[in-house]
């Protein structure tokens, strides 16, 4: 069965970055698929964040280009989000998922809060 | 980036009555997808590719649809039905969602 979990810390000063881990098991990441972050910000918007091929090419939404980076380390079997200079906006639930066109496979979610 | 509008954005029903929820994209969609969330946990998918159940789905859900205008329709609500569901695009870059419909157990 495939399982995805996020992990990371769960509060976050403003201006410095949030990194998150995605462990994938079940599934090799490298085999197939895309490897999405997806955020859901509280009033329950949902914004695609960006994600890794199983190639190693990434792909971000526009609104986070020059901030967010999605990293990976495939003896681990795991995938990464960095996101920089975060601000209060950022405070939300992040999810991985795996795609491509839909997202058949999701985390948990952990919440992070952006607050000094 | 392509807007995908739902409405409504909040409905109760009783047991047993035909439920249809709705989806409207800002520029011609290949496919929509939708997703079932219930409180504290994450989004299942639902319905991928307009009309096709995800695993486990129950048959008393359908999907219908093209271009901009899409649906998700309930044959005979149950009470485990009640969620929020919300619609998703991947056809255009960047992938976009719904803003969510919640739907409520009368």
């Known amino acids: 069965e495939i399982q995805l979990q996020e992990s990371g810390p769960g509060l976050v000063k403003p201006s410095q970055s949030l990194s998150l881990t995605c462990s994938v098991t079940?599934?090799?990441?490298?085999?197939?698929?895309?490897w999405s972050w997806i955020r859901k910000f509280p009033g329950n918007k949902m914004e695609w964040m960006g994600y890794?091929?199983?190639?190693?090419?990434?792909n971000y939404n526009p609104s986070l280009k020059i901030r967010i980076s999605i990293t990976r380390d495939t003896s681990k079997n795991q995938f990464f989000l960095q996101l920089n200079s975060v601000t209060t906006e950022d405070t939300a639930t992040y999810y991985c998922?795996?795609?491509?066109?839909?997202?058949?496979?999701w985390g948990q979610g952990v919440m992070v809060t952006v607050s000094s | 980036e392509i807007v995908l509008t739902q409405s409504p954005t909040t409905m109760a029903a009783s047991p047993g009555e035909k439920v249809t929820l709705t989806c409207r994209a800002s520029s011609s969609v290949s496919y929509m997808h939708w997703y079932q969330q219930r409180s504290g946990t994450s989004p299942k998918l639902w319905i991928y590719?307009?009309?096709k159940l995800a695993s486990g789905v129950p048959n008393r859900f359908s999907g219908s649809g093209s271009g901009t205008s899409y649906s998700l329709t309930i044959n005979s609500m149950e009470t485990e039905d009640a969620a929020t569901y919300y619609c998703?695009?991947?056809?255009?870059?960047?992938?976009?969602f719904g803003a969510g419909t919640k739907l409520e157990l009368k």
């Open positions: 998922a795996r795609a491509p066109y839909y997202f058949d496979y």
């Open positions: 890794i091929s199983n190639s190693g090419s990434t």
């Open positions: 079940g599934y090799t990441i490298t085999s197939g698929y895309d």
């Open positions: 590719e307009t009309s």
């Open positions: 998703q695009q991947g056809s255009s870059y960047p992938d976009t």
